[in-house]
């Protein structure tokens, strides 16, 4: 499927190098468009849509090769639907750039198309207006982010498993519901795993009990699969960044966290400042006329700012030199929120300096 567009130069005739054209790609589940511009002079030179398959992905690129260089390329959904082609064009020696949605005027302005949005992205790209490198999502920390994703889905349905098995029992057999009365949730659990439908006469009594033998048998194997799943989170993260564990308050799930928000390839953080923006500790100006403030960041990754506010809870209530720290801006007139914003933002600080020795280059 093809646009009316510039043809690339025929079979035998001499490509020139030097003319760099620039990517832009739309994504979806099932095809990608791809529009090409020429770096120099932003002309549109062709556009086409490719299989979100590695045939398409070879396809997409040698036809864009046709037409010149291609250093750059700037793709809709890195995270998402674009995130297997953004491996492949790394893979191939393309800079790929992560492309927001386009802007909403210029949208009302041009209307909505894949073929429109594409050139927004290769746009963005050659204005400049896009610079943010995607995360690779090849290596390790890319494994503890889809440990850490079946382990939280794990958590989630467990604990909804729990919480169905004790309404089942409020409104159950009372004879059965004196039995686990006083229980801990464990004790329910197993006693329910192994309650025998057939020893009951009602037909409600009956299903009752099958319903909590089948929810305590479900909140078991969730267990079991939480527990694999922090042993190999728990393997992933020592064998990462060990030196991570030995800061204060820091444990395997805190620390999986922050390296997932990082990424595999943290040397696409310029600086400390940028990690704690990309964590959602960097303060926010927000003055106006005479008034000079300024705000909590709303922003950033937020399960990285929840994993910082809970190790400096942990910092808080047993370390020491945060509890002096805490003393000395107390009698500085600073409340306790400003503190604790003040301990996550150095918190960070340490954590990217630790981030930065991990994944430096190896000199030789």
């Not at 002309?43 to 864009?64: C, E, I, M, V």
Request: aromatic fraction near 4%; charge should be positive; glycine fraction near 8%.
């Amino acid at each position: 499927m093809t646009t009316s567009m510039p043809q690339p130069p025929h079979a035998g005739q001499q490509v020139n190098d030097e003319r760099e054209v620039v990517i832009g790609v739309d994504t979806h589940k099932d095809v990608h468009v791809a529009v090409l511009l020429n770096r120099r002079t932003g002309a549109l030179l062709g556009s086409k849509t490719f299989r979100t398959n590695p045939d398409g992905y070879h396809q997409l690129l040698s036809w864009a090769r046709e037409f010149g260089a291609v250093p750059t390329a700037g793709i809709e959904g890195t995270g998402s639907w674009g995130a297997a082609l953004a491996r492949f064009l790394r893979s191939q020696g393309v800079a790929v750039i992560e492309v927001n949605r386009p802007d909403r005027s210029d949208r009302r302005r041009r209307g909505k198309t894949d073929t429109v949005d594409a050139e927004a992205a290769a746009r963005a790209v050659i204005s400049g207006r896009a610079s943010v490198i995607p995360k690779s999502g090849d290596g390790a920390v890319e494994t503890m982010r889809l440990y850490k994703l079946a382990k939280d889905s794990a958590v989630k349905s467990r604990t909804q498993a729990v919480n169905q098995l004790k309404g089942v029992i409020v409104n159950g057999d009372p004879t059965l519901r004196e039995r686990l009365t006083g229980l801990t949730t464990h004790a329910q659990v197993q006693l329910c795993a192994e309650l025998d439908p057939s020893d009951v006469d009602g037909v409600a009594d009956a299903a009752s009990r099958r319903t909590l033998r089948l929810l305590a048998q479900r909140i078991q194997y969730l267990t079991r699969e939480i527990k694999e799943l922090e042993k190999l989170l728990t393997t992933a993260v020592e064998q990462t960044a060990p030196a991570m564990l030995d800061l204060f308050g820091v444990g395997h799930d805190s620390a999986a966290i922050l390296l997932v928000a990082a990424g595999d390839n943290p040397d696409r953080i310029t600086s400390e400042a940028s990690f704690a923006a990309l964590c959602g500790v960097s303060p926010v100006e927000h003055s106006s006329g005479k008034i000079k403030r300024r705000r909590l960041n709303r922003g950033g990754d937020r399960q990285a700012n929840a994993a910082l506010f809970r190790i400096a809870l942990t910092r808080l209530r047993a370390d020491v030199r945060t509890r002096d720290y805490v003393q000395r801006r107390t009698s500085e007139g600073r409340t306790k929120r400003e503190i604790i914003r003040c301990i996550k933002r150095y918190i960070a600080r340490e954590i990217f300096k630790i981030i930065q020795l991990t994944f430096a280059p190896a000199t030789t």
